[in-house]
Nanobody
Framework: QVQLVESGGGLVRAGGSLRLSCAVSGSISSINVMGWYRRAPGKQRELVAITSGGTTNYGDSVKGRFTISRDNPRTVYLQMNSLKPEDTAVYYC?????????WGKGTLVTVSS
């Protein structure tokens, strides 16, 4: 089992920055993929960023503005710069381990214009 807890969301003005954190606990060995998705009100879930084995991929809407990183096996970060109102969403941390997907409960990011 893998538990994921997000933090760092909040209210920020357009053009500002936030850093989200995802604390990983439980069985962290054999975690292959970690990442962030988001769901805006009335919209489908959208890929933000994923990282696996040193390879990183970003959603088109956040390329050049967001950065995913891991400085230890138990924490994943999402640095979000140049935020836009359309980045407003609940952000979810996710992990894939041995074919199973795990999700956190999400953290709300609100960007005001």
């Amino acid at each position: 089992q893998v538990q994921l807890v997000e933090s760092g969301g909040g209210l920020v003005r357009a053009g500002g920055s936030l850093r989200l954190s995802c604390a990983v606990s439980g069985s962290i060995s054999s975690i292959n993929v970690m990442g962030w998705y988001r769901r805006a009100p009335g919209k489908q879930r959208e890929l933000v960023a994923i990282t696996s084995g040193g390879t990183t991929n970003y959603g088109d809407s956040v390329k050049g503005r967001f950065t995913i990183s891991r400085d230890n096996p138990r924490t994943v970060y999402l640095q979000m710069n140049s935020l836009k109102p359309e980045d407003t969403a609940v952000y979810y941390c996710t992990a894939e381990r041995l074919g199973l997907d795990y999700w956190g409960k999400g953290t709300l990011v609100t960007v005001s214009s």
